[in-house]
Every structure is written in C-alpha cells, then in structure tokens.
C-alpha cells in the first residue's frame, strides 16, 4: 500500500478482555516500530523489529503485552487482560532501517479500555 | 542509553512571532537526529533531520543544526503561521540501537 495501515482505528473493550492490533507496513520496509501515546503524554516506545533480527522488546510495560511480525511484514500487538491504564494510541511505523532512514507513521489504533 | 531531552510546552505565540523549540541528546557515537511533527488530526510526519555533526536539516521555514559540541538539536522558523500549529517531537537513531527515541513533545499554538 501507499502507507503504514493500522487496524482497527478505533477499538472499545471490556477491562479484562484481550486485543488484537494490526499493523501492515509499507512494503520492502525491514524496520517496524509500535510505540503508545497516551492522553497529553509523549511517544513511548514499545518493541521494534528489524529484518530477521531478534526484536528490541525493551519498552513492553509488562508481560500481558506481546507483539509478532509473520514473514517479516505484517505486525500484530497483542494486549491480554487490558487494564484501563493500557487506553492510549497505539502507533505503527516502518522504515528502510539503516539508522538515519525516516519512519512512516500509520494514523494509530485509539484503544480505550472500560 | 539514549534519550532526548525537550523543552517543556506548550508553547503559545503569535503569527509572524520567532520560534525556537529547543532539543538536547545524550548518545554516544554519532547519532541521526530527526524532528517529527503531529497536526491535529493527522499523523506523525517526519519535518527534518541531519544524519551529522554541523548539518542543517530545513522543511517548510523550519531548520535545525546538529551541534554536537552542545549536543542540541533545537528547531527554529523566523516567521511561525497559524498553520504550525501542532505538536513537534524531537527524536534520534544510533547505529547499533536503531529504535527511535523520542522527547516528550512540545505543543505549539499560533495565534492569529
């Protein structure tokens, strides 16, 4: 596609209840990046992918968080047990990789959690 | 490791007014140091960047100068428009820790 989708664009759940985020990159892209943004708060980073490389999980907020990318394209963040506190926008970005290269930015998943 | 130091907002001015945002970094080896910006309603967008000591990155009136003596980055447009009105983020990338890291963001509003 043209850009970074993300899917669903918006999403309401029960506290408790587990989500599915998608992410599809833009194609040839080997670098892949969620990051949160909450209400007011800046960009905090989640997990980054690059090529076949051992993601960077480094910025999961804890183990109920997970995400995977199948066949180095598609992304998927899984959320189990949401908790109110996880009601933020979960962004998606990709790039060529290499270190200096820009990150695209899909339009972001707003999770709200009742 | 690496982070990104940026001026608290938000930041009000009017149209035509000088604007400055300042950024600071802490890195080590030679990092690229980007800005990012989020207009209302929209995405993150890339505004500019510079992958080295003493480069200018320029977009739309905006520039800003990779000092690593200082280790600042900070944004500047000497005549803002109501249209800048948004949210900028300063961010960088190191080899070897290729994630971006962001600052805080600063929001900035014009005035008419």
């Known amino acids: 596609g043209a850009g970074v989708s993300q899917s669903p664009s918006n999403k309401v759940t029960e506290k408790g209840k587990d989500v599915e985020l998608r992410c599809d990159p833009i194609?040839?892209?080997?670098?892949l990046y969620w990051y949160r943004q909450s209400l007011g708060q800046g960009l905090e980073f989640l997990i980054y992918?690059?090529?076949?490389?051992?993601?960077?999980k480094s910025g999961l907020p804890s183990d109920r968080f997970s995400a995977e990318r199948t066949g180095g394209s598609v992304s998927t963040l899984t959320i189990q047990r949401t908790q109110q506190e996880d009601s933020a926008v979960y962004l998606c970005?990709?790039?060529?990789?290499?270190?200096?290269?820009?990150?695209?930015f899909g339009q972001g998943t707003r999770l709200t959690v009742v | 490791g690496d982070s990104v130091t940026q001026m608290e907002g938000p930041v009000t001015l009017s149209e035509e007014a000088f604007l400055t945002i300042n950024c600071t970094y802490t890195?080590?080896?030679?990092?690229?140091l980007f800005w990012y910006v989020q207009y209302p309603g929209e995405g993150l967008q890339l505004l500019l960047k510079?992958?080295?000591?003493?480069d200018k990155g320029s977009n739309k009136g905006f520039e800003a100068t990779y000092r690593k003596e200082t280790t600042s980055f900070h944004l500047e447009k000497g005549s803002v428009q109501v249209s800048d009105s948004a949210v900028y983020f300063c961010?960088?990338?190191?080899?070897?820790?290729?994630?971006?890291?962001f600052g805080t963001g600063t929001r900035l509003t014009i005035i008419p």
């Open positions: 992918f690059q090529g076949n490389s051992a993601p960077d």
């Open positions: 970005a990709s790039s060529v990789g290499g270190g200096n290269t820009e990150a695209f």
């Open positions: 890195a080590t080896g030679y990092p690229s």
């Open positions: 510079a992958t080295k000591a003493d």
């Open positions: 194609s040839g892209h080997t670098a």
């Open positions: 961010a960088l990338t190191n080899f070897g820790n290729e994630k971006l890291t």
